[in-house]
């Protein structure tokens, strides 16, 4: 067995460890009504059990990482798979380190599966391992991705705890036009992240029946002497064709709801031979989410967001204010070394400028002057509580943004292998 096998194995026994880690979590925490033993020890055991589960999870993780580097003779952050899946890893190791000062279990049950969707996401893209282009082969590469990743992965952990903080605090009671306000907000977050796994359930769904469809649409270009020509190319679909390609014809496409075409094609202003499967892409998880939404709140008869309420019954929001306010203030710094100051040193080696306003490069900035304002006014204007916790959770769909967003919608120098 090859190095790159053995990190596969080490990548799938993380994945369910994680998943059962979440589940020690759900216990220590919900299974606090129906115990028989005090409350605290209920979840003073179970959380131990959780907590060690997780690091076995982080352990096979680090295997992983270690053994896919050895293997394939470079840092395995080059292409989309391996870096969501770096980026899944340093979540852990973020929520580690915050779980080793506030020993708060609770934290575990918002943390992992940010951890399980991030690393079910990566699976999604080709796991091959893929050459490294000559700018990429710098040890500048390995101290600017991972710094980066860790400190996004710190805001991810102060995501959980202020969308906690939220359904804390909020009111889910009142009628009052603030709350229903702040109901409606929580719930549309909630709301956003069974989207998220609406596509991975899409995606691995129709992967495993088996669908392709494949279209071809032809492509002109102008050259610099403004001479256009044309060419042909091929878009390959995995979920059935919503939208098809703009101008495009169908080459084959398996049957689905006896559909195998549609007459609906992606705007003509979506530039890319993969604009329409990526628009049909974020179609499906819509209808996806939508659908498994819709089935909670009918076994549930409530919302999400008043579903998980009780559970925070007994946590002191302070402490969650906090935990939120203190993982953010430790990966600033690391963000800012890593997404800033390190990536323009790698910046200037490898095209030979500091800065070029590339979209990754504008998102970039744009987090690090984002979460340069949640510090000040945290510490300046006092902005704590409610202000603080919503400020912590649009601050990770920025990051999410910057991740995701640039990576697979728009094109530029930063664009990952692997996400066509």
Known sequence: MSLVDLSSDAFIAAFFLYCFAFLFYVIAIAGKKWSNRDPFQHEKRWGRIAFITSSLGLAAHLTFFFTRWAGSGQIPTSNMYEFMTFLGM???????????????????????????????????FPQEVQPLIPALNSI???????????????????????????LRVVDFNSETKEARRSRFWVEFSL????????????????????????????????????????????????????????????????????????????????????????LNTVIWSIIAGTILYGLLRLVFRKPLGAVIHPVMEGVDPDDLDEISYRAIAIGFPIFTLGALIFAMIWA???????????????WALISWLYYSAYLHFRLSRGWQGLRSSWLAVIGFVVILFTLVGVNLVIAGLHSYAGTN
């Open 90 to 124: 340093a979540i852990m190791i973020a929520f580690t380190i915050i779980y080793a000062i506030y020993r708060k279990a609770l934290l575990g049950m918002f943390s992992l599966p940010l951890t399980v969707i991030i690393v079910a996401y990566a699976s999604v």
């Open 140 to 166: 500048w590469l390995k101290v600017h991705v991972t710094t980066a990743a860790l400190g996004e992965a710190f805001f991810a952990v102060g995501f959980a705890a202020g969308l906690m903080y939220l």
């Open 191 to 278: 709301y956003t992240i069974i989207i998220i796994i609406g596509f991975l359930v899409a995606v691995f769904g129709f992967r495993a029946a088996g669908y392709e469809a494949q279209f071809s649409q032809e492509m002109s270009t102008v050259d610099a002497k403004g001479i256009e020509s044309s060419k042909v190319e091929t878009v390959d679909y995995t979920l059935p064709p919503i939208v098809k390609p703009y101008n495009s014809e169908v080459v084959h496409a398996d049957s689905f709801l006896g559909m195998t075409d549609t007459k609906l094609e992606a705007p003509s202003w979506m530039n890319g031979v993969n604009a329409g499967r990526k």
């Open 348 to 362: 200037n080696i490898a095209w030979g400028r500091f800065w070029g306003w590339d979209p990754k490069e504008v």
